[in-house]
Each structure stands twice: as structure tokens, then as C-alpha cells.
């Protein structure tokens, strides 16, 4: 591996998040200077109004794995990880929420499914050995264990937990996934996952400690019926464009083989 190429990109969407992320970075930052393995950290800013983007150049001022990744206007947090992950140059592409709702520390448990040949290892809050330290109100969760019914039904089946924010991918099975994603929203979760499977990559659902943090930008009638009508449009697109991917692929192959 180049000396110039980290370990280890984080990726961390942030829309309007003055209040935590200096915090957030700072335990970050504190983590895997601990570690010592060479890494960087990608603060994608989706169109922030507020000190987001100030507060983060500050802190990179001081500690230049930090880079901070501005675009106008918000786009929505599914776009805000691809932006970064398409631009993470890490062996490991880790995205976490902004919150660390699953602290930082959880890494190691992803980080040992890849080390064991996974390509994809996600946080999954429903499996019995987690630990849901904080739980959310009962109707969200209720909603989000229904709506992951319908997720299984029509993308994933067996992945307990599409949309918890903390998930490990290989640098190769990263770039590939989030290549072939659209989604802006955040049905980008279970999207990433569904080309994971189709590209037969290995995902890996592993027990995590987790928090429910206060502050969520997730709009339970509104973005619940956006993302019913994301899973509709997935399943309807997505053979067509991994058609042609493999249509590519195979041309791609044919002119290799014959020198061209």
C-alpha cells in the first residue's frame, strides 16, 4: 500500500450541525490518532445555513486528516455520503452519522467482519447482542421495524437493519456501490445495500452499542412515504442499470481479450 494512502476514509454527512460537530470530530480524531494507523476524515457539508462548514475548517486548521467538503444547496443526506465516498481514498471507507448515535469505538467489531472477507460490514441495532443504550420513541421504532419488513420483502431480505448510520465498506466495494446509487434521500441506506447484494458482495450485520440522539432529521409521515416510494422506484429501475453495467463490463472484457 502507497505511504500517502490511508488506512481508513470517514465519511460524515453534516446539514446544520454546529451544535455537535466539533465534539463529534474531536472524539473522532482522539480514536484514531489512538490507533495510529494513517486515515482522514471527509465532513460533507449538504448545503449547511448555519457554522457547520466554519466550525469544520477551524478544526482542520489544527488537524489536516480533516477535510471538509462544501457543496450548495442541501441535496439531502443520500447524496451528501455518495459525494464523499466517491471521493474517499481509504483502503476502508467508514460512513458515520453525525451524531455518533454508535460511537466510534463500534469500528473495531465492523472493521474484524472485513478482516474476516467481508466486503461490507453495517451496525444493526434489532440483532439480541446489541446494546440500545437509549431507545427511540416507540412509534419510530415500531415504524422502522415495519418499514424494514417491506425492505426485506422487496430489496434485502435478511438484513435486519438497512438505516442505522454506521457502516464499513472495502475501498473497491465502496466505490462500485455508491457508483451505481441515485437516491439523495435517505433511502440511500437500503439502495447501497441492494447493489451490495446484486455485485455479490459479502455483508456482514454486526451487534453495536447505540444511542438515540435528539435532533433527528428524519420527518416520520413525510420521509416515510418518500422512502416507500424510493423502495417502489429501486425495484423498478434497478435491474435496467445493472443491465447495463454488465453490458459494459462484458464490452470492456471482450477488448481486453483482444488487445484493443
Known amino acids: ?47 449547511s445555513t448555519d457554522r457547520t462548514e466554519p466550525l469544520v475548517q477551524a478544526f ?20 451528501a455520503v455518495r459525494y464523499g465516498i466517491l471521493r474517499a481514498q481509504g483502503e476502508r471507507v467508514l460512513f458515520s ?16 467482519s472485513i478482516e474476516q472477507g467481508y466486503e461490507v460490514a453495517i451496525g444493526s441495532r434489532p440483532l439480541r447482542e446489541s446494546q440500545l443504550i437509549v431507545r427511540q420513541p416507540f412509534y419510530r421504532e415500531w415504524a422502522g421495524r415495519a418499514f424494514n419488513k417491506l425492505v426485506q420483502l422487496l430489496a434485502v431480505p435478511g438484513i435486519h437493519d438497512t438505516q442505522c448510520g454506521f457502516k464499513l465498506f472495502t475501498h ?45 432529521k428524519v420527518r416520520l409521515l413525510r ?13 423498478l429501475t434497478a435491474p435496467r442499470r445493472l443491465a447495463l453495467v454488465q453490458m459494459a463490463n462484458d464490452v470492456a472484457s471482450s477488448e481486453a481479450k483482444r488487445g484493443l
Request: aromatic residues 10%.
Open 97 to 112: 452519522d453525525a451524531d455518533l448515535a454508535t460511537p466510534i469505538e463500534e469500528y473495531e467489531k465492523l472493521l474484524s
Open 172 to 216: 473497491e466495494a465502496a466505490h462500485a456501490i455508491f457508483s451505481l446509487c441515485r437516491l439523495n434521500g435517505f433511502s440511500f441506506d437500503f439502495e447501497a445495500l441492494y447493489y451490495a447484494r446484486r455485485l455479490g458482495y459479502r455483508i456482514a450485520e454486526v451487534p453495536v452499542r447505540w444511542m438515540h440522539r435528539p435532533g433527528s
Open 1 to 47: 500500500m502507497s505511504p500517502e494512502r490511508p488506512c481508513l476514509s470517514v465519511v460524515i454527512p453534516a446539514y446544520n450541525e454546529e451544535a455537535r460537530i466539533a465534539d463529534t470530530l474531536q472524539r473522532i480524531v482522539a480514536y484514531f490518532d489512538a490507533r495510529g494507523e494513517p486515515y482522514e476524515v471527509l465532513v460533507v457539508s449538504d448545503g
Open 223 to 235: 420521509d416515510g412515504l418518500r422512502m416507500l416510494r424510493d423502495l417502489l422506484w429501486l425495484r
Open 60 to 79: 482542520a486548521q489544527q488537524h489536516p486528516q480533516v477535510k471538509l467538503l462544501a457543496y450548495q444547496p442541501n441535496r439531502g443526506k443520500g447524496h
